[in-house]
């Protein structure tokens, strides 16, 4: 079991659908992240979160919008989305107090936007 | 510039044989981490193993050892008697000093393992 989990699994929209990808932890993890994954490209680290908090956005557009009610719970809404925006969205979550500061990983949402 | 870079977009190795995954890196800062992670076809990625930029003796864990190299800012995976299950696409990855904890992730290399 991953411990971090991310509905759904698989997502197809077209571009002028509102949706939401879902990310949880019962970890006890006090930061969490999305991360997009295009094909042949490098993770991209989009938003990042502590204690609730947005302390990272890394330049993306206004058509993803991140949401965090809590310290378990991660949303990534989506509207107006583009064919390029089509990837593997990740959800990581980070524990405290770890000497090694993994981040942990859910399976991901594959989305595809036609 | 790339902070991280993986060299070697694909690799084979025979099964029960050793592997070494090149990644190399670049960072101005004295206190960072390095990451190994395994993507499988599923999709997860798969936390492998971690070096800390003060650690004095390179990382094992079970079959995967890191091989740091501080002053050649290199940080190679090695897997040791690979299995048929080790066919995935491994991921370097950086932590700076920085509040965030973000990771910044190498392009991959994808292995193959045969029989």
């Known amino acids: ?114 | 510039a790339q902070k991280i870079t993986q060299t070697q977009p694909g690799m084979f190795v025979q099964e029960k044989e050793a592997v070494t995954l090149d990644c190399t890196y670049d960072t101005s800062d004295q206190s960072y981490g390095l990451f190994w992670y395994k993507q499988p076809s599923s999709g997860e990625m798969i936390f492998l193993i971690y070096q800390g930029s003060y650690d004095e003796q390179n990382a094992t864990e079970g079959r995967y050892s890191l091989n740091f190299q501080k002053a050649r800012k290199s940080a190679n995976l090695v897997i040791s008697a690979s299995q048929l299950g080790d066919s995935a696409m491994y991921f370097c990855a950086m932590r700076e000093e920085d509040s965030s904890y973000k990771l910044i992730f190498g392009s991959g290399t994808r292995l193959l393992v045969r029989p």
């Open chain 1, 1 to 114: 079991e991953t411990g971090v989990t991310q509905t759904p699994r698989h997502l197809v929209m077209g571009m002028t659908n509102k949706k939401s990808l879902k990310c949880e932890q019962h970890l006890g993890h006090n930061a969490m992240y999305w991360y997009k994954q295009s094909a042949k490209k490098p993770l991209e680290l989009m938003f990042v979160y502590n204690f609730k908090e947005q302390t990272e956005n890394n330049s993306v557009p206004s058509r993803f919008s991140p949401e965090c009610p809590n310290s378990s719970h991660l949303f990534l809404h989506l509207h107006t989305l583009q064919p390029e925006d089509s990837a593997l969205y990740l959800c990581a979550s980070r524990p405290r107090g770890s000497g090694g500061n993994e981040q942990f990983f859910g399976p991901g949402t594959r989305l595809t936007v036609l």
